[in-house]
């Protein structure tokens, strides 16, 4: 039993290193946060996420903007450039809305409150003469809460805008 186990081990390691030489040859690159990016592609460039929803919260713009910023910095190997990277994001904060999500037994008010923010972006993969990989999408995320939105506003727009760079960096990079 113990010796089907190293033969097992052995076997995933060899398939492992066989699909990393592989990839490693049709000119893709592997990241750290596992997306696909293109091995000619070496910058990137973020301006700054506009928010003109009809609420807004002041910090949210620069949050959202930095956000996108260290998540591809973190999770890729590529250099930030201050305009015209390789892969260029712009957009606007479109939405930025507290709705109740559950209404208390017996009262008109909300037991349950939900913030939700949608940004659009604009990907831009100026090392893709297709265009095929672009595009320009809106992705929304939502946190509940209970209270008042000032207790909780910095907490839950950390944590929407952590899910929200997660998917635009899943799109641009992972073609998700």
């Known amino acids: ?22 990839f490693h040859g ?3 690159k592997y990241s750290l946060g596992g997306g696909t990016i293109p091995e000619n592609m070496k910058t990137y460039s973020v301006e700054i996420f ?3 929803s009809p609420f807004v919260s002041a910090t949210l713009s620069q949050t959202f903007t930095e956000g996108l910023k260290e ?27 507290i709705t ?10 909300a037991a349950l ?6 940004v659009k972006v604009k990907y831009v993969n100026r090392k893709d003469d297709t265009g095929e990989s672009d595009f320009e999408d809106s992705f929304t995320q939502f946190k509940e809460f209970r209270g008042q939105i000032s207790a909780n506003e910095s907490q ?18 992972n073609n998700w």
């Open 1 to 22: 039993m113990s010796n089907f186990k190293y033969k097992s081990n052995f076997i995933t390691y060899i398939i492992a290193a066989f699909l990393l030489f592989t």
């Open 26 to 28: 049709c000119g893709v």
């Open 50 to 52: 506009e928010n003109i």
């Open 71 to 97: 998540r591809i910095r973190t999770q890729s190997k590529l250099s930030q450039v201050n305009q015209d990277g390789d892969a260029m994001f712009s957009g606007v904060i479109t939405n930025y809305a």
């Open 100 to 109: 109740p999500a559950a209404v208390e037994a017996g009262t008109d008010m």
């Open 113 to 118: 409150n939900r913030l939700s923010i949608t």
């Open 156 to 173: 839950l727009n950390s944590e929407i805008v952590k899910m929200l760079t997660e998917d635009v960096f899943n799109r641009a990079f």
